[in-house]
């Protein structure tokens, strides 16, 4: 006997069907109604209704208290309830709120003697799809009141889905991954047990999607998404978190163990070669693993963001693997948004500073130029190295307004330094080096920028240096190379900085319109002591020399590598041999006294 089988009492008096029901599928299933009534008159009243509105199409259910219907729809499906708010265990709205706590995601028509606007008003905003007054209605209102239920609450689920569901892959989105690890965190907190979430990125998407086009990416998403859920458990949730991004829900895991299987199988899953358009296409993913444990309390987005955490540093470490977050990375992570947020008033609070380091003449051991390198002068953590926050600038986009701000600052020095007249009339004229960022590269306005610096400040434009590397001057776009071409026509110098360490260096000699060509410490490191590092550098300055370019050895630092670099006629130099980065006062003495070598 089923539980609730003893709330329905007789059958054949409490059940009602308007027609000799036959079993059938559930695909093919008729409608069911609840009807939720103590007044058998008014029972009968209804049914009457419904026989002549649906005919033999609807299946009645009827109850006689609130009890039984919470009961019923628990177990059973429900296509719509009729609600009469006079019950003998409840009144008025509390039976509504308390039915639509037991089915949330069954229509509600509601029965009432009272015909007041206010109450019809209540019922609606608790939750009701219709008010209908008892006496004031017939076969065809009753029958229409519950097909518009039913309607409107699937049209309501659907908007919900798609509002819930990525519309391409039909996995939950962010909002609703967000949602669930929410109420997997505070059920771990009542049971003790722990939650994982795992961060998938998959790597090199963007160069699948860009060479395919983006409808075989899409294909390639969907597939994605059909694998991850294959390897994952039923209570586990697959989410599109981001583009190219999907996130895994462990619920209920031992330990780290239990989500590094999953990752695992993850990384298994992807690597399998995909068919997309008749190509075969290999794919690896990048996966973060975050575990909460019961004893800690913090919201969703901050577990989503550990395991993003450590998907970056799976990525970092080179891809194709998966990390798991630890304190370290929490720590990192909290200096990262430390930074970041200081970084963003550090422009206008003027803590940059610009220092300058000398390039020389290696044959005269001249100081001919410098190159201008950002510094930031923190005012609790001092100076803050480069390393430190620039691709953070990258990332964030800040590195335009940054950049933009050394430009001006190094161009307007490079003027003072010709009005002061230093250096020596008979030497050429001092050069200004200045970095040049991916983000710089690709912004619209960039040589409109450039040529103001150089006409604000009355400088030459050929002594202006134009640093960019390698993977830059790969770049084979058409507004990089309009970019390229207008530099070029201002009369600014290019240079291809930390030659050697891209995958295509002689590539970039063959695109980029170079002046300059930096040959990257890596190499000058070596020299005298390596045996391979010196004929490399003299190939790349017989090179360089070919092309009509000059060569500069970056990370010059000691007298050996100086005598090599000479002995393969090297033209310029620059390293800590010569001097370090300094302060503008500290080249002014340099350019007046010259240089010790």
Known sequence: MRA??????????VVNRLDSPRPRAAATRNPRLLLVEDDHVDARHVREMLRGGWGAEVELVHVESLEAACAYVAEEFVTCVLLDLSLPDVSGLDGLTKLRAAAPDVPIVVLSTHGDEATALRAVQAGAQDYLVKGRVDDHLVSRAVRYAVERKRSEAQLLHQAMHDSLTELPNRAMFLDHVELALERSHRTGRQVGVLFLDLDRFKLINDSLGHRAGDRLLVLVATRLRGVTREIDMVARFG????????????????????AERVAEAIAAPFAIEGTEVFLTASVGIAIA?????????????DADAAMHRAKERGKSRHELFDEVMRTTAVR????????HRALE??????????????????????????????????????????????????IVPIGRWVLDEACAQLARWRDLRLFAQDRPPLTMAVNLSARQLVQSQLVDEVAAAVATHGIPPHSLVLELTESLVLGDDETTRAAFAALRALGVRLAIDDFGTGYASLAALK????????IDRSFVDGLGSDAVDTPIVAAVIGLAHELGLVAVAEGVETHRQLQVLRRLNCDMGQGYLFSRARPAHEIDQLLVSGLSV
């Open 349 to 398: 609070r003027g803590e940059f500073r610009v220092h300058y380091q000398p390039n020389v003449d290696l044959a005269t051991g001249h100081l001919t130029g410098v190159e201008a390198l950002i510094r930031w002068q923190h005012p609790e953590r001092g100076i803050v190295q480069p390393t430190e926050f620039i691709s953070l600038a990258e990332e964030t986009g800040l």
């Open 243 to 262: 583009d190219d991004e999907f996130t895994i829900l462990c619920d209920d895991v031992v330990g780290e163990e239990d989500a590094v299987i999953v």
């Open 336 to 343: 990262r948004l430390e930074t970041e947020n200081a970084l």
């Open 511 to 518: 695109h980029f319109p170079a002046d300059v060509l930096k």
């Open 293 to 305: 444990r019961d004893h800690e309390r913090g919201p969703a987005d901050a577990l989503v963001r």
């Open 4 to 13: 609730l089988d003893h709330l329905l009492g007789d059958p054949m008096t």
